[in-house]
């Protein structure tokens, strides 16, 4: 039982990191992100919301 779960823990982490490694860079800058979210305006919730999705957008 330790050994199936060791080597589904292994292929887990292999997973994540070939995932990560898949993902474009950040658009949107951590600094940005924080104060758009964190101010609470309806306009950079939108701002934010608009950027987010283009990220998406160019990965798919």
Do not use: V, Y
């Not at 898949?22 to 600094?31: E, K, T, V």
């Amino acid at each position: 039982m330790k050994m199936l779960k060791r080597l589904f823990r292994l292929t887990w982490l292999r997973r994540i990191a070939r995932n990560s490694a898949d993902l474009p860079p950040a658009s949107i800058d951590p600094d940005e992100f924080s104060r758009l979210l964190c101010s609470g305006r309806a306009e950079d919730l939108r701002i934010l919301a608009k950027r987010l999705s283009q990220r998406s957008r160019a990965h798919a």
